[in-house]
T-cell receptor
Framework: GAVVSQHPSRVICKSGTSVKIECRSLDFQATTMFWYRQFPKQSLMLMATSNEGSKATYEQGVEKDKFLINHASLTLSTLTVTSAHPEDSSFYICSARGGSGYNEQFFGPGTRLTVL | RKEVEQDPGPFNVPEGATVAFNCTYS??????FFWYRQDCRKEPKLLMSVYSSGNEDGRFTAQLNRASQYISLLIRDSKLSDSATYLCVVNMGGGFKTIFGAGTRLFVKA
C-alpha cells in the first residue's frame, strides 16, 4: 500500500504553545487528506478534511481557529494546534486518499501530543 | 442511531477459534466498505475491502449485505497476532467523509 509519514511522532509541550504536525504522502499524490484525533480507548474522531489548494472542512465542534490546517501541496498537509492546553493531549492521526485506491485511506503513524 | 455500529466486544477467544464481527451502517447511499485493524497505540491499517460478492483473504472473509446494511468479518484459525481492534469503515464516495465504527477489541489467548 501507499506510504504516509507523520512528523513528529511524539511531542511534549507547555500549555500555551503551538505545535505543528506534518503529514506527507511519500509515493502518491493525495487529493484529500484527513485529520483525526483519538483519545485513549476511544474511536477515531474526524476533525477535518482538506483538499489541496482549498480551505479545510471542519467537523462540528472542532474549532478552526485552534486547529489550523494547511494543505499546500498534493503531498503535504499540516495541522497546527495553537495555544495548546492539557485537554488537547491526544493521538493525532492523518490519512491521505488518492493514488490507485479511490476510497481507500492510508494512515500516517500518528503523533502523540502531550501538553503539560 | 450511530452511522456505523459494531459489536461492543471485547472478544476473548482461544487460539484456533473462529470469530465473527458484525457491523451495521445507517446510510443506504454508502458505497465503499472496509475493515481496518488497529494495534494498541498504532495507526489503523487496512485489513481488507468489502465487496458485494464477498471476499476472502487467507483466514479472513468479509461479507456485505446491502439490503440489511450489514457487514461482517470472519476470522478462522485465530492466531495470537490477530489480537487487535477491528474497525468497520464506511464511505459514501464522491468525496464524502469516511465514517469509522467504534471498533471491536479481540483478544486471542494461548
Amino acid at each position: 500500500g501507499a506510504v504516509v509519514s507523520q512528523h513528529p511522532s511524539r511531542v511534549i509541550c507547555k500549555s500555551g504553545t503551538s505545535v505543528k504536525i506534518e503529514c506527507r504522502s511519500l509515493d502518491f499524490q493525495a487529493t484529500t487528506m484527513f485529520w483525526y484525533r483519538q483519545f485513549p480507548k476511544q474511536s477515531l474522531m474526524l476533525m477535518a478534511t482538506s483538499n489541496e489548494g482549498s480551505k479545510a472542512t471542519y467537523e462540528q465542534g472542532v474549532e478552526k481557529d485552534k486547529f489550523l490546517i494547511n494543505h499546500a501541496s498534493l503531498t503535504l498537509s499540516t495541522l497546527t494546534v495553537t495555544s495548546a492546553h492539557p485537554e488537547d493531549s491526544s493521538f493525532y492521526i492523518c490519512s491521505a486518499r488518492g493514488g490507485s485506491g479511490y476510497n481507500e485511506q492510508f494512515f500516517g503513524p500518528g503523533t502523540r501530543l502531550t501538553v503539560l | 442511531r450511530k452511522e456505523v455500529e459494531q459489536d461492543p466486544g471485547p472478544f476473548n477467544v482461544p487460539e484456533g477459534a473462529t470469530v465473527a464481527f458484525n457491523c451495521t451502517y445507517s446510510n443506504s447511499a454508502s458505497q465503499s466498505f472496509f475493515w481496518y485493524r488497529q494495534d494498541c497505540r498504532k495507526e489503523p491499517k487496512l485489513l481488507m475491502s468489502v465487496y458485494s460478492s464477498g471476499n476472502e483473504d487467507g483466514r479472513f472473509t468479509a461479507q456485505l449485505n446491502r439490503a440489511s446494511q450489514y457487514i461482517s468479518l470472519l476470522i478462522r484459525d485465530s492466531k495470537l497476532s490477530d489480537s487487535a481492534t477491528y474497525l468497520c469503515v464506511v464511505n459514501m464516495g464522491g468525496g464524502f467523509k469516511t465514517i469509522f465504527g467504534a471498533g471491536t477489541r479481540l483478544f486471542v489467548k494461548a
